[in-house]
């Protein structure tokens, strides 16, 4: 390099920044991601938004706008007229069903969670294993779920068949979700509690669920959403009684008043209620804790 | 739990991870209520004595006795040891006070109970006001003095801190080093300590163990190690010294001539070795602040030993000047120049000088 290389200077049009607040102006290009997004929501949300609002229709509503008089009859209907089918019972058994998966999926997920912390002979193939039911087309889980049970001469029921499918579906979710809680367990929290006197089950108990816990209940949020809105995997495993999906699907094909969009609104509005709540208690204990782990 | 007292032995332990073997054979006898620390570089072995001797870990082979039992195979309970974490591993969900009052609910006690001793343990560590706080809510330093008060909680006759200040910036090491001293004091138990800063170790303990891959190098006192190393790599690793590299010339009576570049001759004192012969490559030390410094042709006199050597570079350092020069053999060479007396007559970098000190304080390493 000579000692005399001239000062390369940027052209004059690079001009000086504007200061902060002294131009506040957006860019043209907030205005086109701005749109896209509107559109994107709007494709989301919108046919969701009118079915919950065609639900609110009188006697003389149809399944199409225009929107016909403002009541809650076809609410009403839902739950007191035959025809509509069994609504009743395929909400309560698709809340059972998910408060069994549920715990399923939060236990068994724990303690993968707990074993996949050390490394152990065969590690790897018990984790593809999990995962390989991620990645398998639920319908065809669903048949061969049913297959089986037939050829076994078992009957197909909601709470044999179809929680054994929904948990191959929820469990490797929750395992998925617990070791990515897990990675940010430091291990010598349980090392000082045990340096301390705890026994290990007092560690788990005072220590290790504690801790997790914010994560235990995303897990158990995640198991309970699958499970209670599954339908592919129910299909073929739920046996005579329909849960609430399959009871949609068939009312879909037969029942033609606004109580089908009334039924989306009530299982819409429970669906928001658990989730609310879950979300909640993780605030409260994330809230809690404020800053703690540093 | 036959005994209260907290004296340490470690004996032949030796641990082996897989292929490589962490600890080689230390032999060790800590006293009672002393406060020892462990040296070395990371990787020397001296966590994984430290996990051994609080039960985290099992030694390969050897025998670990703590108040004159062996302990190997018991758990940390029954040995009665507290380990103090490197991230101090506080439970995060838990405030100040339960977090101190943790062993005593394993054990059972009451709400009631716990709190009252655990208070009294905050008080001692100066923490009252931070009781209902969570540990995510507190600085630095008050997450340690938490730490040590869940730990002294048990009132264990051996207290284990791993490297417990080197979480801390310099201005609170130095504050907290004093605060461990104080409740070592206080508690009147065995403190083990682990770190890699010298200037820690021999600030805080009655006995500095230096390691290197998984063996003692020395043992003993803070003063003894700094001034008196035993050899090459601790002298070089607690700093302080400039060790120098030559062959013997000749051994007259009680001192040997070494022969070194750049150094007419230089004069060890013997103490004691009688297996050293003409020929031989030694090592020796001399202490940085032993050596003075002389402009080229000021007269030496008899009984100093001088090596001619150039200033490669000058820092101020306050109470002293460190002033680097052009080392025998490309080794460090180092002289620490009392402050007031380097300014009367400063030296530049660049200049040709004369390191000059008294012969007897050589220092012959094996």
């Known amino acids: 390099m000579s000692a005399t290389a001239p000062f390369v200077r940027f052209p004059a049009r690079s001009r000086r920044r504007p200061l902060d607040g002294a131009d506040t102006r957006r860019p043209w290009t907030f205005w086109v991601l701005a749109t896209l997004f509107a559109l994107y929501v709007l494709a989301l949300y919108g046919p969701m938004l ?16 225009p929107m016909k008089g403002l009541s809650i009859h076809w609410f009403i209907d839902l739950f007191t007229q035959v025809r509509t089918g069994d609504v009743k019972g395929g909400f309560e058994r698709s809340i059972w069903l998910a408060i069994f998966v549920t715990v399923l999926t939060v236990v068994g997920s724990f303690l993968a969670g707990l074993a996949f912390r050390n490394r152990f002979k065969g590690d790897g193939i018990v984790f593809y294993l999990m995962i390989g ?62 340096d301390l006197g705890a026994s290990r089950w007092q560690i788990i108990r005072m ?88 | 739990m036959t005994d209260g007292k907290g004296d340490i032995e470690l004996a032949g332990v030796y641990k082996r991870f897989g292929d490589t073997i962490a600890v080689d054979g230390v032999n060790l006898k800590v006293p009672d209520g002393a406060y020892c620390c462990f040296l070395g570089p990371s990787g020397c072995g001296k966590t994984t004595i430290l996990r051994m001797i609080a039960g985290h870990e099992d030694p390969t082979g050897g025998e670990i006795l703590i108040g004159g039992e062996d302990v190997v195979g018991l758990p940390p309970v029954e040995r009665r040891t507290a380990m103090m974490f490197q991230s101090y591993a506080l439970f995060p969900h838990l405030t100040v006070r339960d977090n101190v009052a943790f062993p005593l609910r394993v054990r059972g006690l009451d709400k009631a109970e716990r709190y009252k001793t655990a208070d009294e343990m905050l008080e001692k560590v100066r923490l009252t006001e931070l009781a209902n706080r969570l540990p995510g809510q507190l600085s630095g330093g008050q997450q340690q003095r938490v730490a040590l008060a869940r730990a002294a909680i048990t009132e264990p006759r051996v207290l284990l801190l791993d490297e417990p200040l080197s979480a801390l910036d310099e201005q609170l090491r130095i504050q907290m080093r004093t605060e461990l001293r104080r409740m070592q004091r206080e508690l009147g138990i065995t403190f083990i300590h682990v770190t890699h800063t010298q200037l820690e170790a021999i600030a805080l303990a009655d006995l500095v163990v230096v390691m290197e891959k998984g063996r003692i190098k020395q043992a003993g006192a803070a003063r003894e190690v700094y001034a ?107 002289a620490y120049l009392p402050e007031r007396d380097f300014f009367t007559d400063p030296f530049e970098v ?17």
Not at chain 1, 50 to 65: A, E, M, P, T
Not at chain 1, 274 to 282: P, R
Not at chain 2, 232 to 243: D, I
Not at chain 2, 350 to 355: E, H, L, P
């Open chain 1, 50 to 65: 009118c079915i919950y609002v065609l639900s609110f229709q009188d006697l003389r509503g149809g399944l199409v706008f």
């Open chain 1, 133 to 194: 039911s991620l990645v398998a087309p639920g319908l065809v889980l669903g048949i061969g779920i049913g297959l089986l049970f037939q050829y076994l001469g078992l009957p197909a029921t909601w709470y044999t068949s179809a929680l054994g499918a929904h948990l191959s579906w929820t469990l490797p979710f929750g395992v998925l979700v617990m070791f990515a809680v897990m990675s940010r367990f430091d291990r010598s929290w349980e090392e000082a509690a045990l």
């Open chain 1, 207 to 294: 220590v290790v669920i504690p801790i997790l816990l914010p994560g235990i209940v995303a897990v158990a949020l995640f198991g309970f959403t699958l499970s209670y809105d599954e339908f592919s995997r129910s299909l073929q495993t739920s046996g005579p009684l329909n849960t609430l999906p399959l009871e949609i699907w068939s009312m879909t094909l037969n029942v033609t008043s606004p109580s089908l969009y009334a039924l989306g609104t009530v299982t819409t509005l429970a669906s928001f209620l658990i989730i609310g709540v879950c979300l909640a208690a993780i605030t409260m204990m994330q809230k809690k804790r404020a800053r703690t782990i540093s």
């Open chain 2, 228 to 334: 008196q190393p035993r050899d090459k790599y601790v002298a070089e690793f607690l700093g302080g010294q400039n060790v120098i590299s030559g062959k013997v010339q000749s051994v007259n009576g009680a001192t040997l001539m070494v022969a070194a570049p750049d150094a007419k001759s230089i004069v060890v004192p013997l103490a004691g070795r009688h297996s050293i012969s003409s020929g031989d490559s030694v090592d020796l030390a001399v202490r940085r602040d032993d050596l003075r410094l002389r402009r080229p042709g000021v007269p030496v006199e008899a009984g100093w030993n001088s090596v001619n050597t150039r200033i490669r570079a000058i820092e101020y350092q306050g109470a002293f000047v460190k002033v680097m020069l052009e080392g025998v053999n490309d080794a460090e060479f180092v």
């Open chain 2, 350 to 366: 660049g200049d040709v000088v004369v390191a000059t000190w008294v012969a007897e304080q050589s220092l012959l390493l094996s």
